[in-house]
Each structure stands twice: as structure tokens, then as C-alpha cells.
């Protein structure tokens, strides 16, 4: 097994621009989510799925889009990138539940100018 | 939002040494995680709780989950060089509801170890 890819895992854009980064999971997990971290902030819940088709907000989802069209997959769209969205981003996935043992993504990180 | 206060913040210690950190919230939490980021890569699962009073290990480390379900700490014993890292714990909040909660994080306690 892959386990859970992100891609790409480096990005610069310029303000406006917009993008999707992209997840993947080859487990058959139900559960998936996207958090960012940032210096001294610790991992924050942008959004996350509980399974194919639905989608929920999680503590900071302003200025993203995520949709679940089929389990393995779980895409991360930023609009109109802003600075205050340069961060490290991390997909997650579990068997069931958020509090089950999330496995992790290398990570994305997006520089915003 | 929900706040999980972990401390301390960062670690300077001597190979060999032992090092505790802790977590703890004024929410309730079902489960309790400890992760390890190493640089440039996600978290790491090292230890899950889930139960109040569960004392766990995993090698050289050991947490608990605290019997007010409100606290959790981590233990590493004779501390080596590749357990430099960020260690995170997690809590999933109790619902009133059912059904399974988001994850909390805490903000990260970086350790470095001195050979």
C-alpha cells in the first residue's frame, strides 16, 4: 500500500491565483481530512469527510473547497490564494471516525506571494 | 474553538535523559493520541488511549490517558538522538450527540536531544 499521497509537495502561487491540492488513499478509508500547520499553531482542522459524498467544515475552511467523489480520493481547492494561506497542508485518513488513528501525508507546502 | 494546552512548548535535553510532556484541556475527550513529526514529514501515530486511567507504552515511551478525561501525558525514558522531533498529542471530543468527533490538536512540543 501507497498509504495516504499528496501532490504536489511544494507550490508557489501568486495572489488570486487558485489550485487544488490533491490526496489520495489506497486503505478504504471512510474518514478523511485536511489540516494546516503553522509555526506554533499546531495542526488546525480545515475540512474533512466522513465518507463519499459528504463533506464538513472543520475549524478554519474559509477560502476552501473540498469535495468527496469517491473514497480513496479527497481534493483540497484554494479560490483565490491569499499570503495568509502559505502553510504546510496535510491530508489524513482513517478507518472510521476522527478519533481512530489518522495516518498522514508528507504534506504540501504552499508558499502564497 | 476547543483549546488542548501542551506543555512544555520545546526541550533541550542530554542523551540519556527522560522526558515528560503533557497535555491538558477544560473539555472532556473520548480518545487521546501522541504523534511524532519528524522534519519534513506528517505525524506519526506512537500511542492511542481510550480509556480513562489507561497507562500504554510503546518501547521507551509510555502515556496515560488522565482519570478526569481532561489531561494526558507522554514519558520518554533514556532519550536518544532519533527522538528528536515534534510530538503532538491529539483528543477526540466527547458528543453529546454520538457518533465520532473531530480531532483536537496541541500546538507541539519540539525536543532536541544533545548527543
Known amino acids: 500500500n501507497a498509504g495516504v499521497t499528496q501532490t504536489p509537495k511544494f507550490q508557489v502561487l501568486k495572489t488570486g491565483q487558485s489550485m487544488t491540492l490533491q490526496c489520495a488513499q489506497d486503505?478504504?478509508?471512510?474518514?478523511m481530512s485536511w489540516y494546516r500547520q503553522d509555526p506554533g499553531m499546531g495542526l488546525r482542522l480545515i475540512h474533512y469527510?466522513?465518507?463519499?459524498?459528504?463533506?464538513d467544515q472543520g475549524e478554519v475552511p474559509n477560502g476552501y473547497n473540498v469535495s468527496r467523489s469517491t473514497t480513496e480520493d479527497f481534493p483540497l481547492r484554494l479560490l483565490s490564494a491569499a499570503p495568509s494561506q502559505t502553510s504546510v497542508y496535510f491530508c489524513?485518513?482513517?478507518?472510521?471516525?476522527?478519533?481512530?488513528?489518522?495516518?498522514f501525508g508528507p504534506g504540501t507546502r504552499l508558499t502564497v506571494l | 474553538g476547543q483549546q488542548l494546552n501542551q506543555s512544555p512548548q520545546s526541550m533541550f535535553i542530554q542523551e540519556g535523559e527522560d522526558v515528560s510532556m503533557n497535555c491538558t484541556s477544560s473539555?472532556?475527550?473520548?480518545?487521546w493520541l501522541w504523534y511524532k513529526q519528524d522534519p519534513g514529514e506528517g505525524p506519526v501515530l506512537l500511542i492511542a488511549?481510550?480509556?480513562?486511567?489507561e497507562l500504554t507504552s510503546n518501547g521507551r515511551l509510555t502515556a496515560q490517558f488522565g482519570i478526569t478525561r481532561k489531561d494526558s501525558f507522554l514519558n520518554i525514558s533514556a532519550s536518544i538522538p532519533s527522538d528528536v522531533g515534534i510530538y503532538f498529542c491529539?483528543?477526540?471530543?466527547?458528543?453529546?450527540?454520538?457518533?465520532?468527533?473531530?480531532?483536537?490538536f496541541g500546538k507541539g512540543t519540539k525536543l532536541t536531544v544533545n548527543p
Open positions: 469527510s466522513v465518507g463519499a459524498g459528504i463533506t
Open positions: 489524513a485518513s482513517s478507518y472510521s471516525g476522527g478519533g481512530n488513528e489518522q495516518f
Open positions: 486503505m478504504n478509508h471512510e474518514y
Open positions: 491529539a483528543g477526540q471530543l466527547v458528543s453529546p450527540q454520538g457518533g465520532s468527533e473531530k480531532l483536537v
Open positions: 488511549l481510550y480509556k480513562a486511567g
Open positions: 473539555s472532556i475527550f473520548n480518545t
